[in-house]
Every structure is written in structure tokens, then in C-alpha cells.
């Protein structure tokens, strides 16, 4: 069939006026058409070709009947499509045609337009079907580094320095903006390296307060400072013979910048209040979503520490420039998310795909994953449909005004949309978690977070 159109399908009908007749419907339409007369010559021709789509009558004069067609292709043929016709009368047959994964059935007379949109609506679910396919495939298969998705280009080079990188020992630093798997790619470069069997310790230097920093990073003996009770090991010590992450380092204030210096240079570190150092083998990973030299340019940032840290560096692109990563990060998410709630969702619908694949991601990958998430939680359908996606990026839902979150920052949008629900629930927090897909006890914890005053009687008896 090498020759044939793009689209073939195979019609059995053994009353020739109407095989005829809707077999010239089907070619005006564009499609290719295979008819047979009985279903015997109908079972040949779905063993020869690889039919889109069967249009099969249900009930034939002689032998075989359309059922028996619908269990061939199923067997045999499962991605093409079956669509039944039968007589009016006979809807429990059609019914359990449904049952044994018919797309669709259309009752006679046959209305050719009726026919017409059925058609175009099997072969277009069949194409999604295919494609979903593929992708989920793909996601499984080989498009994988470790946990990471990843097809751009420049991801598959990044994903070669990782592996070169790996082995080496050396510092690495490694840039990317919020949400572009800083993280993902330090674990992957713990995970390939010599160091794999050692600890993988982190610590986001931009979270913590100056001196609670300092005894996170060092330690600190009995009786340093008031409230040190105990003698107690920095997470350099722990990290000894394994990786430590470093995140966030621009963040680090220039005096912990001095003392980070020193035991990268001298592979000793000292808790504070201590005389005697211990040697420590530790390989550094640090991470940072601004620019360190234009840190140093502007005094926030030692140079000589710099230049320490920035033995290897690595560069995370974007979402936004790496755009034919994303349905397949959608499609991992999807999955991830439909089996961590038990949701029967298994695909995204082409339209949502579009919107997705048009947004603009400030928030990058971590982003996605959070439109994606909470699609799953919030729909119900075995596909992600366009209804499921907020509407600041469908632009749905009476809102006509440019999305939301490519202006402000994702945590502005997240803000917004959850302030919504609250109030489309009239401020029943129990209704608006359940509307959100949340926990109460998040939403709760969210709501204070903005200032939100919590109607009493109404916190979240989880705490
Ligand atoms: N390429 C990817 N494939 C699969 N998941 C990814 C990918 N990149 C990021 N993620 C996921 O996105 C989320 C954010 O990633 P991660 O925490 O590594 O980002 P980050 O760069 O460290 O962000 P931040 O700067 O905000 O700390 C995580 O849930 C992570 O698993
Ligand atoms: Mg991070």
C-alpha cells in the first residue's frame, strides 16, 4: 500500500447500493477506501494492510458479523479504529461493540455527514492515541539521564559534561535560573562519580541566617556560643568522602565566603569555636542562578573564591530555549503525577499541548511541573484538557487579559489563583483546598503566608 493515501480505511458493508454509495462519500472526503463485501473478505484485508479505520456493519447476512471484525482488529490491528453500523434496534449489540473497544457506532440510515465527522473524529483519536504513545515511550526509553528529561541539543551536551565532569574530582559550578534542575544535575554528577557510595550532603546558603550558617557549615564545640550545648559536627565533617552541595551560593555573606575559601584551600575545616581543625575530603558542587563575575564586579562576591569554585562550570539552559523539551517533560510529569494521585489521566489533549508548548515559563521546568501537577489533581478525564490548565496561561475562562504569569513571578500567579478559588468557595477552606487539589493544611499554611486572615473555626486541625 506504498501508493496508497495518507488515510485508508476499510469498509464492510454486503448490501453493495450502500457499501457504494458511502465509499464515494469516504473518497470525496480524501480518504482512501478498501471495501469488502463480507466480513470473511474484511478479516483478509486487515491481515494484508494497516488499516486507520474499520467501518463495519454489525449485522451481515451470512457467517461472521461485525463483532467478530471488532475482535480481529483488536487482536490483531489495535491501533486502528473501529467504527460499527447498525440498525436501529439492535443497540445492545452496539453496545457491547463499546465494551470491546469500538470508537464509536452510528445507526442506519446513514447520514453521510453524521458519517463524515465520526470518521475525521476516530482518525484523529487514533493519531492522538499513536503519538501519545510515542511520547510515553519516549519518556521511558532512551530520552532519560538519569531522572532527567532532556532532548535539546544543549542538554545533550549538558548531559556529556556531566559525564565527563563526573570523574574528575574537581569543583564544579554550575549556573541555571530557578527551576532548570540545578539540583537534578548535582545529584547526577554525585551519582556518576567516584564519590557515589559517600554521603550527598546540601545546603542553600541563601536560607539560613549568618551564624546559623557558619555552625551549619562547621560545627561548633560546647560552649561557642550561648545555646551550644553539645559538641556538634559541621556538614563539611559529614560530607567527608562524598559530594556537598553548595546551592545558592551567591548568597553566602562575604564572611562565610572567607572561611569556605579557607577549607577549600587548605581541605580543613574547624567548628567555631574550636583551635584544632579536621581534614576533610569533599568534593564541591556549587550551584547559582546569578551571575558570580557580575557579583564580583559589583563587590557582593570574593574573586578569589570565584576563581576557586569556577573550576568547571556548567550552563542549564532555559526552558524557554529548549521549547521541543517540553512535551515530553509535560508527558513525564503527567505520568508521574497520574500514578502518584491514582488518576486515570493518560494524555494531554492537542489543544492543551499547544498551550503548554506556548507558554513562556519564567519558572522553568519546575514550572511545567507544577501546571502539570495540578492538572492531574484537579481533572478527571483520561486526558489533560485545556479546562485543566489555569487560566492565567489558557487565557480561558473569561480572561481576556494577557497571562498572568509570564508578568509576574510564578509564586504571584500561584497567589492569585489560589485567592480566586478561596473566594469562588465563599471562603470555605475545606471546599477551596478540595477545588485546588491541595491539602487544607497547605492551603492554610498559604494563606498565612499572604496575610490572608483564616475565618475562625476554619484552621486546619492537621497542625
Ligand atoms: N530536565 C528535567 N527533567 C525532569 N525533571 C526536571 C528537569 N529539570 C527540573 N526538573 C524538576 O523540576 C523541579 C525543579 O528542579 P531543581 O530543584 O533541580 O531546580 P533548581 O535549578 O535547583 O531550582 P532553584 O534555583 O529554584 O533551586 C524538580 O522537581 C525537578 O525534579
Ligand atoms: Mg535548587
Redesign the pocket.
Known sequence: MSDAPATTILLIEDEDGLREALAIVLRRAGYGVHESASCADGLRAIDRHNFHLVVTDLSMETGLAGMDVLRHVRRYSPDTEVIVMTAFGTIENAVECMRLGAFHYITKPINSEELEVMVARSIEHRTLVSENRNLAQRVRGAYRFE????TAPA?LRLFEQVTRVASLDSTVLIY??????????THAIHNRSNRASGPFVAINCGALPETLLESELFGYVRGAFTGANTNKKGLFEEADGGSFFL??ISSAPLSIQVKLLRVIEEKETRRVGDTRSTRVDVRLIA?S?RDLQAEVAAGRFREDLFYRLNVLSLR?PPLRERRE?IPL?AQ?FLQKYAARFERPMRSIDPAAMKILMGHGYPG???EI?NIVERAVALGDGESLRVADLPHEISGQDGASAPPAVSGGTLEDAERGFILEAVKQCQGNLARAAKELGIGRTTLWRRLKRYGVSVPSGQESEEQ
Request: no cysteine.
Open positions: 531522572n532527567i528529561i532532556g542538554m541555571g535560573e530557578t527551576g532548570t534542575g540545578k539540583e537534578l544535575i546551592d545558592e550551584a542562578n542549564i523539551d517533560l513525564h522553568n521546568v519546575r511541573e
